[in-house]
């Protein structure tokens, strides 16, 4: 094998090729022209993982239509809708810079990546009947949602979502749909920006190249890359490393040895879906569906009926369902990945949160063993005429839970996304998934503003981000000033407009 070494010390390093480093990329070099960037990808072909369109639903979460960001209800009895207010804000960021991006040139044709599509949350039975009824009058009086529609009229609800309606035995039912949804293939916007980023100046993108190791050096960091092409290993130093390699940001933060990932584990959760192409089926659903868990369910696994565009053609799915895997990553992944990141200080934490989730291993069991009539039941639950010759099971990507030590003493598994910077702000790495690529860009903006705090406090820089994404900083779920929310509504039209989403 050859040792390549550079002298240059590049600026920043990306580790993985996903919506995340992609993101971060774009966003950094728009920001700083002169920075030097090296992405390295393990695949041979750009932002394959979870990234990837049949990896994920493809949700543009912006809370409106998944109640599990809603499960509580206040003192006073009224669903609580603080989060979904939050997760809103956050996918307005992204949709803002992405609007940039097509705006500016950056990249091209946004119905490649993101499509107009109605989110209906769809509920039955009276007791989640009055949840969402409660739901929908709270949420509705936030300037966000306040085009959203409600009704417990079957007919309107099978006027909005046909399939939901097929032959269902007469009981309560109710739904909320908002027409300004989405559907994103956060692959393939992955891989407009970083193949834009790999055309910029100083910047370089390898794939098939496997970052194997991280070590410190006195300019930062020397990072080791096995190319699998050519078996060559290389070694680059760099001030600044982001470690977006998903599954992999576990192991790699782990060779760094960095101490701010004691007592972190990782605990892979595997997905599949079952998907129908069948013309006369997909044409007459047009919507994102989601319902309540089902019992232990983790948020994450809840089941959704989706429509989606993917490879230039509408295709239906439905799921997660959740599939028991010991693999990190679902390409170049080993099943020896759970077991190598079991170590002396994270060994405690997973064993007690096995212990103290025994529902959720439960749920885990039973749907891993689980048989394709027990899915096709659980699809009929949302489409009753659900024919099993119609509908096949593929998988989907693999969500890694970061499991962590919490302040007392049992472990949890945190269920959101982790984002895990050194005390120097030397390295940041993303860990856990959900909600995950939709709102990528409210994460790496909080990566760029702890890591490079110089370069925010640059009033170029500050007018960049303004021009780019015009609502950030604004507080913008906290609007109660009629103006700022006609201001607010018109960088959301725009963005829209330019996104082709009217
Ligand atoms: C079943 C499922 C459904 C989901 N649904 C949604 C949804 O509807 N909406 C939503 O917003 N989010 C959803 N998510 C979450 C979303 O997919 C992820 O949060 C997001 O894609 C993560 O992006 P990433 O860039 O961090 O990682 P990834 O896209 O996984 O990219 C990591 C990359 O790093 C590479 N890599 C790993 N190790 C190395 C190494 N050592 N060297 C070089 N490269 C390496 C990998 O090959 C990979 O390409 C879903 C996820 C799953 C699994």
Redesign the pocket.
């Known amino acids: 094998m050859d040792l390549q070494k550079s002298d240059q010390i590049l600026d920043v390093v990306l580790?993985?090729?996903?919506?995340?480093?992609?993101n971060l990329g774009a966003l950094l070099k728009s920001i700083n022209s002169s920075l030097k960037i090296e992405l390295?990808?393990?695949?041979k072909e750009l932002?394959?993982?979870?990234?990837?369109g049949w990896?994920?639903?493809?949700?543009?979460?912006a809370g409106i239509c998944e109640l599990s960001y809603t499960p509580d209800r206040g003192p006073d009895g009224k669903v609580r809708v603080e989060k979904a207010i939050e997760i809103f804000e956050q996918f307005e960021l992204t949709k803002q810079f992405w609007a940039y991006a097509v705006n500016s040139g950056m990249i091209d044709d946004p119905s490649s990546f993101i499509n107009a599509v109605p989110h209906i949350s769809f509920v039955y039975g009276q007791e989640q009947v009055d949840f969402l009824k409660s739901r929908f009058e709270q949420m509705s009086k936030h300037p966000f949602f306040s085009e959203m529609e409600y009704s417990e009229d079957p007919e309107i609800i099978r006027d909005w979502a046909p399939l939901l309606m097929e032959e269902r035995e007469n009981m309560p039912v109710a739904a909320t749909r908002m027409r300004a949804g989405t559907d994103?293939n956060?692959g393939e916007l992955?891989r407009k920006l970083i193949s834009w980023l790999g055309n910029q100046k100083y910047c370089s993108v390898y794939t098939e190249?496997?970052?194997?190791d991280l070590n410190r050096c006195k300019e930062g960091w020397e990072v080791t890359i096995k190319d699998l092409a050519t078996n060559q290993i290389r070694k680059v130093k760099t001030k600044f490393i982001f470690i977006?390699?998903?599954?992999?940001s576990l192991p790699?933060l782990q060779k760094a040895g960095v101490p701010e990932i004691r007592g972190y584990g990782g605990f892979p959760i595997g997905?599949q879906w079952l998907v129908c192409d069948k013309p006369e089926i997909v044409k007459r659903h047009n919507a994102k569906v989601y319902g309540l868990s089902p019992g232990a369910a983790p948020t994450?696994a809840v089941p959704h009926l989706d429509s989606r565009w993917l490879e230039g053609k509408k295709t239906l799915l439905f799921g997660?369902y959740a599939a028991w895997t010991t693999k990190f990553?679902h390409?170049?992944g080993s099943f020896l990945d759970l077991f190598q990141s079991i170590k002396l200080h994270n060994v405690l934490t997973l064993i007690k949160v096995g212990v103290s989730n025994i529902p959720l291993v439960g749920y885990l069991i039973q749907q891993g063993l689980q048989s394709m009539s027990t899915r096709m039941k659980e699809l009929t639950n949302f489409y009753p005429e659900a024919k099993t010759e119609d509908w096949k099971l593929i998988d989907?990507?693999?969500?890694v839970q970061a499991i962590k030590k919490e302040d007392g003493d049992a472990g949890i598994v945190h269920f959101g996304?982790e984002v895990v910077t050194t005390e120097d702000k030397s390295v940041s790495a993303?860990l856990g998934?959900?909600?995950?690529?939709?709102?990528?860009v409210h994460i790496v903006l909080e990566v760029i503003q702890k890591c490079f705090p110089e370069e925010m406090n640059k009033e170029k820089t500050r007018d960049m981000i303004e021009e780019m994404i015009p609502v950030y900083g604004k507080n913008i779920s906290s609007l109660k000033n009629e103006d700022d929310i006609q201001r607010y509504k018109k960088w959301n039209n725009s963005a829209e407009s330019i996104l082709g989403l009217k």
């Open positions: 580790i993985g090729s996903g919506v995340m480093s992609a390295y990808e393990v695949t932002s394959f993982e979870s990234s990837n990896n994920n639903a493809g949700t543009g979460h994103v956060f992955s190249n496997r970052v194997t977006g390699a998903g599954g992999g790699l997905g994450m997660p990553l390409r170049g989907a990507g693999i969500r996304t993303l998934a959900s909600p995950g690529a939709s709102v990528c």
